[in-house]
């Protein structure tokens, strides 16, 4: 079954550290996402990307964040400058867009810690 | 701004009973209501989606109902096992490109 993979599975980094977030979304898929679940707390809404271009995006995505799809596979979620509250785990995922905002397929998530 | 409350930070069902968790929201108007699974440490899974104009929806043990007027979601585990025993998180989504996300209900299925 096609699943969403996302790499490192663990980032430790120092702060004011840059990091790149990876994900693969699956193949035939047209929305992509970033979401972040800091511990004990609920999944949070970063961006969504759709046609090459962010579609949406909340008040947690600031100029410290940005995304790319570098090419035809990834899909990357880059920190400029991570602090400490950056810690959480982020997920990527994706949906197929048959019915626009739905079914969205998580991978298992990246867990970043800013020390 | 949009709210999404779940009821009950915890729930605990014997096994065999129906599992009743509630989702509440406000200052928003979904075109569809969506709920996944979340196990410790993993990504949430998708489970069951239900459209605006739709009352009710079934999977397998699964059942979803939706109350727009309310602005209210109910979703059913029959027959409950312990595996079933997870965090369980509503989800809203408009016609704008995000999903968001209620904070979740953990399920405990007692043997």
């Known amino acids: 079954e096609p699943e969403v993979t996302q790499t490192p599975s663990h980032q430790v980094t120092q702060m004011g550290q840059e990091v790149i977030l990876r994900c693969v979304p699956i193949?035939?898929?047209?929305?992509f996402y970033w979401y972040r679940q800091i511990l004990g707390q609920k999944v949070e809404f970063l961006v969504s990307?759709?046609?090459?271009?962010?579609?949406?995006k909340s008040e947690i995505f600031d100029d410290q964040f940005s995304v790319e799809r570098p090419d035809g596979s990834n899909f990357t979620l880059k920190i400029r400058s991570t602090k400490l509250e950056d810690s959480a785990m982020y997920f990527c995922?994706?949906?197929?867009?048959?019915?626009?905002?739905?079914?969205?397929?998580f991978g298992q998530g990246t867990r970043l810690t800013v020390v | 701004s949009q709210k999404i409350e779940q009821n009950s930070e915890a729930l605990n069902i014997q096994e065999g009973k129906t599992a009743t968790l509630t989702c509440n929201y406000t200052?928003?108007?979904?075109?569809?209501l969506q709920w996944y699974r979340q196990d410790p440490g993993r990504g949430p899974v998708f489970l069951l989606l239900?459209?605006?104009?739709?009352k009710e929806k079934r999977k397998e043990r699964l059942k979803v109902t939706f109350d727009t007027t309310l602005k209210q979601s109910l979703f059913h585990i029959t027959a409950s096992q312990p595996a079933d025993s997870a965090t369980y998180l509503c989800?809203?989504?408009?016609?704008?490109?995000?999903?968001?996300f209620g904070k979740g209900t953990r399920l405990h299925i007692l043997p």
């Open positions: 995922a994706s949906g197929s867009g048959e019915y626009l905002n739905t079914e969205a397929f």
């Open positions: 193949s035939n898929h047209l929305y």
């Open positions: 990307f759709y046609n090459n271009e962010i579609s949406e």
């Open positions: 200052n928003y108007s979904p075109a569809y």
């Open positions: 239900i459209r605006e104009n739709e």
């Open positions: 989800a809203l989504s408009g016609r704008d490109d995000k999903i968001i």
